[in-house]
């Protein structure tokens, strides 16, 4: 089975300074996606980015990167210049590439408060 | 375009009773999912809607759980008896079928107490 590991519960920085939140995942799958979802308190839950397995090349969205490590199944998200509307509760997911397993498997989460 | 919406935001129930939980996905969506977080643990696949069929309800903890989605529109998520265990929140999302299907859209979720 697939599984999602966030070992980090909570983590705070300071604005306008960079954190890595960590993300390890066990598949069997060749092909599958990666993603990091963003709650902010009382609102939905957004994507932020997702990582394509066949893809070697990092995924960036703006000050959001990703350190995507497939042979050692670890896929970390990285937020530079942290702002205070990045204080969030930040899961790792993964996905199945195709077929009909469109469920994401989700890790406990990441408490993170961003400080002024 | 309106996103995901849930109803209601907030239940509280006693253990027994039957509470009926709805989504309303982003129109257009075919596919529907339902996903569960209690306290402190991951969030959980309930099952997947494609259009008004069930794809995979493998999540779904017991048959005191029933979902439905009629003619492929909005769902209900019925819990009947509802148990303490039952107690989270419970979210829906939402994605298109095809190219884009990788990216699904949450609603805000309901949080249900069962006393």
């Known amino acids: 089975a697939q599984t999602v590991t966030q070992s980090q519960p909570e983590m705070s920085v300071q604005e306008a300074e960079t954190v890595t939140l960590s993300c390890t995942y066990d598949?069997?799958?060749?092909?599958?996606?990666l993603f990091w979802y963003k709650q902010p308190p009382s609102r939905q839950m957004i994507l932020v980015i997702r990582q394509e397995a066949y893809k070697q090349q990092n995924a960036t969205e703006n000050r959001f990167s990703v350190n995507f490590q497939k042979a050692a199944k670890s896929f970390s998200l990285k937020i530079s210049d942290s702002q205070l509307g990045d204080t969030a509760m930040y899961f790792c997911?993964?996905?199945?590439?195709?077929?009909?397993?469109?469920?994401?498997?989700f890790g406990k989460g990441t408490k993170l408060s961003v400080k002024p | 375009e309106a996103g995901v919406t849930q109803f209601p935001s907030h239940s509280v129930i006693e253990k027994g009773q039957t509470v009926t939980l709805r989504c309303d996905p982003i129109s257009g969506h075919d596919n529907l999912y339902w996903y569960r977080r209690v306290m402190g643990k991951e969030i959980k696949f309930l099952l997947h809607f494609v259009k008004e069929s069930k794809q995979d309800e493998s999540g779904m903890p017991n048959n005191r759980f029933l979902a439905e989605r009629t003619g492929g529109t909005y769902s209900t998520l019925k819990v009947q008896p509802a148990e303490l265990e039952d107690s989270g929140v419970y979210f829906c999302a939402s994605s298109h079928s095809g190219q884009f299907t990788y990216e699904q859209y949450f609603g805000p979720g309901t949080r249900l107490t069962v006393t």
């Open positions: 598949t069997s799958e060749s092909n599958y996606y």
């Open positions: 997911a993964s996905r199945n590439y195709g077929g009909s397993q469109g469920n994401l498997i």
